[in-house]
């Protein structure tokens, strides 16, 4: 049940994104289309978060150190960025405009999907 809250979460926390950010943008023919790809988009998403960021926190541990912190900023544009050419991959209609749009897109789906974790609790 865990999972299925936190995947809605992030399914809403982009979709807020694609609200909010400029470059980042989800199609769909319709609303349920949409929310499918949006809730297949969050799936990879956190798949691509649950591997690959540990991996990069650890090989990457000096870089956070040397920039207290900031260089997860930039881990997370790139993450946000390999999910949209997975997205790619798999023809779902999500895509991120570049490097600046995947930065504050990353942003604003961690604040997003933060305060609505603080609302919506598991268990």
């Given amino acids: 049940m865990g999972f299925l809250i936190r995947l809605v979460t992030n399914a809403v926390a982009l979709w807020a994104t694609t609200l909010i950010v400029p470059g980042v943008d989800v199609g769909g023919r319709s609303g349920t289309n949409t929310a499918l790809t949006l809730l297949a988009v969050a799936l ?10 540990p991996v990069i926190q650890v090989v990457g541990c000096v870089f956070y150190l ?3 912190g900031l260089f997860a900023l930039v881990v997370n544009a790139l993450l946000f960025l390999l999910t949209d050419w997975i997205a790619g991959q798999l023809d779902l209609p999500f895509r991120v405009d570049g490097f600046w749009p995947a930065f504050w897109g990353a942003i604003v789906m961690a604040v997003v999907s933060w305060l609505i974790s603080i609302v919506v609790r598991e268990g």
Avoid: P, R, Y
């Fill in 66 to 68: 040397l920039t207290l």
């Fill in 44 to 53: 990879i998403f956190g798949v691509v978060n649950a591997v690959l960021k």
